[in-house]
């Protein structure tokens, strides 16, 4: 067990963002200038928004305190955040700061400041531990940004169980306080991530056919940049608090 995150409740991290802040973050847009990088076969419609939704909602978390990404695939969205800002990642694997379970987080009750994870809970086929486990590291006070998929196609790493409406999140986060609910893209982003063929995702199509199915997304594409729509969600994005004690 790390000693790292060793602390009473009163030692929480300082979060710059108030509450109000946090509560005005609105819902993640793509820029037109992803057009050009679809077209050129860069990132997934899907990966693009979250990134975007990431960047808005990462700042919610930053502050004096150490958050902890669960489940993280890399230090990808650690280069999000500035460089003094502490971040740490984790898996049930090595080559990350620790090695950790989800569903027996290896740390002392209320010893987080701050909890990340990001399409992560589809992979564990006993989520709700995951989240009462969530729930018990993190310090009063403090916050838990949480990403999951809802409209998404199967991604087994190394299997993939489940999907999440915002209904099933409202209840299985309601022990805290949700400071931020938002859907991430809508059905013509699903149309255009469907069409995204990716030879590194294992696509047999040729370079041509590839090209032209991306040529038949645009416009689709163009018309999802700034829809979000819970009916159609690729995925949700919650902020959430743990109460302090009184």
Known sequence: MSTFFKKTAD??????????????????K???KF????????????????????????????????????????????????SDQ????SNMVSGFDMVLDMTKIDLPDDSVDALVSVFALEHLFDFQAAFEEQYRVLAPGGRFLLIVPF?????????????????????LLSPF????????????LIFAEFLHEKKVMGSKLGYMARV????????????????NDPRYALAFAYICEKEKRS
Not at 11 to 28: S, Y
């Open 11 to 28: 030692e929480c991290g300082v979060f710059r963002m108030t509450t109000d802040d946090v509560r005005k973050i609105t819902p993640p």
């Open 30 to 32: 793509l820029p037109l």
């Open 35 to 82: 057009l050009s990088e679809f077209m050129a076969d860069g990132r997934t419609p899907a990966r693009a928004m979250t990134d975007e939704a990431m960047l808005k909602l990462l700042p919610a978390l930053q502050g004096t305190g150490t958050i902890l990404e669960l489940g993280a695939g890399s230090d990808y969205y650690k280069k999000f955040l500035p």
């Open 86 to 89: 502490s971040y740490m990642t």
């Open 151 to 171: 409209m998404y196609y199967y991604h087994a790493a190394p299997d993939d169980f489940f999907r999440f409406s915002s209904s099933a999140l409202d209840k």
């Open 177 to 188: 306080r949700i400071l931020s609910r938002q859907p991430i893209g809508g059905r013509w």
């Open 212 to 227: 032209a199915l991306r040529c038949l997304a645009l416009p689709f594409l163009a018309k999802g940049l700034k829809q």
